[in-house]
């Protein structure tokens, strides 16, 4: 998350890989040392920082792979991963300092021959202007909305990228966005802050579950720990704006705000008979406008309720979307299906993104009954990712999709789909950015999970290699290899 002003950990959104910089060993070391077991006599900085990094990268990818917002985040990275792909073999990797957008706006396909290609290049140039789209307002969601820009804009654009994403995930849902404020600035201000936005947010939610869940079971053992943890997140400075970060219950109103600002209804796959106002939908409009219920010590205990009265309160949010239609038919696995293989591409065994789709409805669904006061069905207590790296090993954990059995050939297939989707998604981001992606240090970042991959799961893999860099290369390979063909950005 790019608010470190030390790279300790990172959690690329939309995927189930978690990067700590510290070893798995030392991790292990001080839960033991937690436990009063092992040799450790006390931590050392090496140790604390890998364990509260691991759960602060573990708070973002819970925030963004189980709520409303994640998922409309996970829809738009999925689409310009794949509009980036389709691009680059038309016009090429863009120049350093070049985005890919103004990048083929600038380079010429040359004069179409017959009516297929005719349509082939409509279809790209078509593409070029959706990706300029997706990439603009992901920008403002993540970032927080430039000066100048209005609520009505913002709404205008969003509408712009519902239709796109429901296109894209074949979605037959109508709604719009709104506004009940057109000229009012779509930018939000917090105190001691000049721009918000949703990382914002997420860095807020995982620096309070550091506080709140992790930091006191370390201080129980040793009180120190509260006053390192202060100074090596910079937290008083870096917090300002949350007020007293010694005050449980401030932070437990603070925590449930940033689940509240992340559970609008933004998702295209919402079946609504109205359409959303925006300041309801989306995240930094939430936080701005419950905030000062959270931070009023006489409200923070209140229910939260939507900034905009009649619409979705999130329990029905989260209830909707758990029985809704997240990918249609002819939607992210469209291809496969005209080509008859759709119902492997859609199995949540052998597709890392059918796996996140069915996963999303299962958290979805999780929710709802826990708010309901049914408690959960999960077999697995804790929302874990796939993968977590660290400096010394790559770490495999287990996971579930309630309904399907997810065992060790199940798992190399998805590990082998995760590899490859986050080399794909890495190198289209730089290619979008203009750029020059750092490939080296991603492939060494990836080698320990090609090696977990070759060994413990060789007999699994379609690909069939014993050597971790000759999986890598064909995965890196494999982004950008296929032309563009009709459908293949769709």
Partial sequence: MPEHFTPHGVYRTSSDIIEVSGTWEQLLELRKWKERRGSLKEPTDAHLRAYFTEAHEHMHRVDVMTTPFGLLLWRIDVAITIDARALVPQFGHPPVGTPLVEHCRGTSLGVPVGLDEVRTHRMVRCTVEELDRLVRFRDYLWSGAPPGLTCAQLA???????????????????????????????????PHRCSFGTVDILERSAMIWERLWVLTT?????????????????????????????????????????????????????????????????????????????????????????????????????????????????????????????ARAADPRYSYLAFVLRRFQDEFAQRSRVEAGLGSVRNVPRVNPLVSLFDDVCVVHLTEVIGVDIRKVESGHLLLSLLMEYIHQELAKHNVCGETPDAERLWLRLRPMACRLVTDFHDDLPTRTEDPDELLGLAFLSYAASTYGPGSAR
């Fill in 218 to 342: 370390v201080e129980k053992r040793w009180p120190a720990a509260v006053q390192w943890w202060l100074d090596w997140r910079n937290a008083r400075m870096r917090y300002r704006d949350m007020g007293d970060l010694n005050d449980l219950v401030n932070m437990e109103a603070h925590k449930r705000l940033a689940l509240f600002a992340l559970s609008g209804p933004c998702d295209p796959a919402l079946d609504l008979d109205a359409n959303v106002p925006i300041e309801a939908a989306l995240p930094t409009m939430r936080w701005d406008a419950s905030r000062a219920a959270a931070a009023d010590p006489q409200r923070r205990s209140d229910r939260l309720e939507s900034p905009i009265a009649g619409t979705l309160d999130t329990v029905q949010v989260y209830e909707m979307l758990a029985g809704a239609t997240l990918n249609g038919r002819y939607g992210l696995f469209g291809n496969a299906e005209r080509a008859g293989n759709g």
């Fill in 156 to 190: 205008d654009e969003g509408n712009e990228v519902l239709d796109i994403l429901r296109k894209r995930f074949d979605l037959e849902t109508t709604w719009r966005f709104t506004t009940i404020n057109s000229d009012a600035p779509a930018a939000v201000s917090v």
